[in-house]
């Protein structure tokens, strides 16, 4: 296993990237551990968990609520979990936002660690520390940022995904690459049938550059004053596409990459050739899906995002593979924008 340390103010986090998720149990406390995963990964890998009581929540965003917490704050009580107890997460990104969240929370904060079994957490939602709930519609409205002791990424896991889940962690991958990482995006470009394959060690090279890349931003900006912003490429318009269809988070940022790309390019900031070869790679994974916003909505949604401040929106643009540029720009600017291109295609 190949490991990426996080330090950042007061914490390390440590993760380790390869086969095995089945040794957590030595990274374990004696006692007072306790599993929160959901119902598909209990039936899928219940058997190998460590003998340690289980908490399972229904799949799905519909469970990342504070209903759910309440109700999981409730059963550690009953098991009897004190300060010195463990959470350990074993699922997604909804499962690590959640237990997360109830780790950071539950007698003021306890321990934990995620065993991270999508490609979505693994490339993106398990490595950070950001955790936490939606508020009815709004996404991760309520929350903090709180490192795990440590996180697992076993790729062998990725198996056992379906298609759709799959594709749509490979849509973060992407973003990681166009931001940070130009022989990431070149590898992903090249790698076709590799990647529609899942080939292990593919896969397990492209999640460690993944997590290498967002953990150095993370250990150098935590809290998001600067740099972290950038992880954000796509996710303007994302949020407000995911908001208002049905599409799984990583299509609908593939979506608002598209129109990050567009306008990085309106913008003069990113050269043609550049913006064709982010479009057609979006395009060949099947991650660009149509949908029908009209752009009053879309100034709905934008105006909505948390991290607006003021009229304004720091947007992220691409300015070259592999690099990106994060600037402050008026909400009607990106309305105008969202126009021009809904009225060209
Ligand atoms: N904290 C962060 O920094 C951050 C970053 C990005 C996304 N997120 C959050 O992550 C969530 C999305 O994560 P996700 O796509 O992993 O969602 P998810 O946890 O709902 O997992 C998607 C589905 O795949 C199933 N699944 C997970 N691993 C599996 C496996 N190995 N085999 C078979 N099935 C498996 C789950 O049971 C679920 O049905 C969103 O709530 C999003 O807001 C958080």
Redesign the pocket.
């Known amino acids: 296993m190949e490991k990426i340390i996080i330090n950042t103010p007061g914490s390390r986090s440590e993760i380790h990237i390869g086969a095995g998720w089945e040794s957590v149990g030595t990274l374990l406390p004696g006692s007072g551990v306790v599993i929160v995963t ?1 119902d ?2 209990k039936r ?1 890998y219940g058997d190998k968990f460590p003998d340690v009581p289980v908490l399972s929540v229904v ?3 519909d469970s ?1 609520k504070l209903t759910v917490i309440e109700q999981l704050a409730d059963k550690l009580l009953e098991a009897g979990i004190d300060r010195n107890g463990f959470i350990l997460a074993v ?5 690590c ?1 959640l237990a997360g969240f109830l780790a950071s929370v539950y007698l003021r904060g306890v321990r934990c660690g995620y065993v991270s ?2 490609l ?2 693994q490339v ?2 398990s490595t ?1 520390g ?2 936490g709930v939606n508020l009815g519609g709004t ?2 409205i309520i929350g903090i940022i709180r490192q795990p002791e440590f996180v697992i990424c076993d790729t062998a ?2 198996f ?3 298609e759709e ?1 799959y594709l ?2 490979l849509a973060e991958m992407i973003k990681t690459a166009i931001i940070g990482d130009a022989e990431l995006f070149d590898l992903i470009e090249n790698s076709f049938k590799g990647i529609k394959e899942r080939d292990y060690d593919l896969l397990t090279d492209m999640v460690y550059r993944s997590v290498k890349f967002k953990a150095a931003v993370v250990t150098e900006d935590e809290r998001e004053t600067g740099l972290r912003r950038i992880l954000n490429f796509g996710h303007t318009f994302g949020h407000a596409i995911e908001m208002q269809t049905q599409f799984k ?1 990583g299509f609908a940022v593939a979506s608002g990459m598209e129109l990050a790309t567009y306008f990085s390019l309106d913008r003069g900031l990113l050269d043609e050739n550049s913006a064709v070869r982010i479009i057609n790679l979006l395009k060949k994974f099947g991650l660009l899906r149509d949908y029908d916003i009209s752009h009053t909505q879309i100034e709905r949604l934008v105006t909505h995002d948390k991290k607006k401040a003021g009229s304004s929106i720091h947007f992220v643009f691409s300015d070259g593979i592999g690099n990106a540029v994060v600037e402050k720009i008026s909400i009607p600017e990106i309305i105008d924008f969202y126009k021009r291109f809904k009225d060209k295609t």
């Open positions: 959901d598909n990964i899928l799949p799905g965003e990342k699922g997604g990104g909804v499962v936002d079994s999508s979505l957490s993106d939602a950070g950001k955790n996404k991760n896991m990725l056992t995904l379906s889940e749509s962690g988070h």
